[in-house]
T-cell receptor, first 111, second 115 residues
Framework: KQEVTQIPAALSVPEGENLVLNCSFT??????LQWFRQDPGKGLTSLLL?????REQTSGRLNASLDKSSGRSTLYIAASQPGDSATYLC??????????FGKGTRLHILP | DGGITQSPKYLFRKEGQNVTLSCEQN?????MYWYRQDPGQGLRLIYY???????QKGDIAEGYSVSREKKESFPLTVTSAQKNPTAFYLC??????????????FGDGTRLSIL
């Protein structure tokens, strides 16, 4: 059974710092991995999607990497801003068409 | 603009009552999903549907039912058998496995509470 783990559960960093969020999964037989952002009381916004054949994706200040063989992904946020404060979730699309989520990392950027 | 619409935003249920959460998408996506989110639990899959008139149980389907009579609609009924229904419910859609490079899109959620 696929399990997705995100570490740390919460993170506070001063504005301007670069930071890394971690995601690990137990079954490497995935189609893709997706990073989402969730603001309090809201739905999820897709940030980056990495196909299983890809190693990384970039969008603006965000860079996501995927190492499928080791079951790991990282989300790198450069030059963090207070507006980046949110919960970040990773999810994998499995071969049985299920999408399994991690519990998320709550990020707080200190002004 | 294409997207997913969930309604209502807030919903209250009395003991022993069934309630139905609406989810509509105009993205022409084949696959639709229902998730439940509890504090500290992340998102857990309730039901998903890959095509019209077909759906599969997720990890926590007990006490819930769904239908997929139209491609754009995937309503979720929370039955009286669900003993702890208070949660934030999220609906999502995607092009599914045939096109796994397309991201999943989410609605803004429905918060269900027990009176």
């Amino acid at each position: 059974k696929q399990e997705v783990t995100q570490i740390p559960a919460a993170l506070s960093v001063p504005e301007g710092e670069n930071l890394v969020l971690n995601c690990s999964f137990t079954d490497s037989a995935i189609y893709n991995l997706q990073w989402f952002r969730q603001d309090p009381g809201k739905g999820l916004t897709s940030l980056l999607l990495i196909q299983s054949s890809q190693r990384e994706q970039t969008s603006g200040r965000l860079n996501a990497s995927l190492d499928k063989s080791s079951g790991r992904s990282t989300l790198y946020i450069a030059a963090s801003q207070p507006g980046d404060s949110a919960t970040y979730l990773c999810a994998v699309l499995c071969r049985d068409d299920k999408i399994i989520f991690g519990k998320g990392t709550r990020l707080h950027i200190l002004p | 603009d294409g997207g997913i619409t969930q309604s209502p935003k807030y919903l209250f249920r009395k003991e022993g009552q069934n309630v139905t959460l609406s989810c509509e998408q105009n993205l022409n996506h084949d696959a639709m999903y229902w998730y439940r989110q509890d504090p500290g639990q992340g998102l857990r899959l309730i039901y998903y549907s890959q095509i019209v008139n077909d759906f599969q149980k997720g990890d926590i389907a007990e006490g819930y039912s769904v239908s997929r009579e139209k491609k754009e609609s995937f309503p979720l009924t929370v039955t009286s058998a669900q003993k702890n229904p208070t949660a934030f419910y999220l609906c999502a859609s995607s092009n599914g496995v045939p096109d796994p490079n397309q991201p999943q899109h989410f609605g803004d959620g429905t918060r269900l509470s027990i009176l």
